[in-house]
Antibody
Framework: EVQLLESGGGLVQPGGSLRLSCEAS????????MTWVRQAPGKGLEWVSG????????YYAASVKGRFTISRDNSKNALFLQMDSLRAEDTAIYYC????????????WGQGTLVTVSS | EIVLTQSPGTLSMSPGERATLSCRTS???????LAWYQHKPNQPPRLLIY???KRATGIPDRFSGSGSGTEFTLTIRRLEPEDFAVYYC?????????FGPGTKVEI
């Protein structure tokens, strides 16, 4: 059974940093691209960042490029999102997602972790 | 960036009715790389359809997807009580990957 478990969310001041983690199990982790998707309060879904299975290529939304860094440790089946220079508009639930293999659709999602950026 | 537009914003339906949700993209979607997700409060989104028309594992056949290019449709053949939720389309053919604003299907 595929499981994705996020951690690392919390309250942080504007300009601060936070590192999210996602622990994956139940599938061959290194064979799949992984992404982060977020949902701000009362808003829709926003794709944030993605990384290919090998970790050799990464992708970012314009809203986070230069501030967020996605990475993975295939030896530990773990996905990370380093978030720096956080802003109030980064407040959201952050979901870890697994891609479908045949494309960058998201066939499994974690329960999400809440990030609140506020002074 | 490819912009997705969904219509209507809200769909007021009754159980047993047929629901038709539309998703329009600002550019043609590469390889028909278009997915649909169902999202209920306090739950993560669930993949329904990918590749414009392929049902994800475990999705009932009352859900179907169609379309190509810039026009896509999600049809729910006979609404069940558990189908009332927000539905998002998502293009993953071109980075940055983008979502539509959602259609809320309400009773």
């Amino acid at each position: 059974e595929v499981q994705l478990l996020e951690s690392g969310g919390g309250l942080v001041q504007p300009g601060g940093s936070l590192r999210l983690s996602c622990e994956a199990s139940g599938f061959a982790f290194s064979n799949y691209g992984m992404t982060w998707v977020r949902q701000a309060p009362g808003k829709g879904l926003e794709w944030v960042s993605g990384i290919v299975g090998s970790g050799g290529k990464t992708y970012y939304a314009a809203s986070v490029k230069g501030r967020f860094t996605i990475s993975r440790d295939n030896s530990k089946n773990a996905l990370f999102l380093q978030m720096d220079s956080l802003r109030a508009e980064d407040t959201a639930i952050y979901y870890c997602t697994k891609t479908g293999g045949s494309g960058w659709h998201f066939d499994y999602w974690g329960q999400g972790t809440l990030v609140t950026v506020s002074s | 960036e490819i912009v997705l537009t969904q219509s209507p914003g809200t769909l007021s339906m009754s159980p047993g009715e047929r629901a038709t949700l539309s998703c329009r993209t600002s550019q043609s979607v590469s390889g028909n790389s278009l997915a649909w997700y169902q999202h209920k409060p306090n739950q993560p989104p669930r993949l329904l359809i990918y590749g414009a028309s392929k049902r994800a594992t475990g999705i009932p056949d009352r859900f179907s997807g169609s379309g190509s290019g810039t026009e896509f449709t999600l049809t729910i053949r006979r609404l069940e009580p558990e189908d009332f939720a927000v539905y998002y389309c998502h293009q993953y053919g071109t980075s940055p990957f983008t979502f539509g604003p959602g259609t809320k299907v309400e009773i």
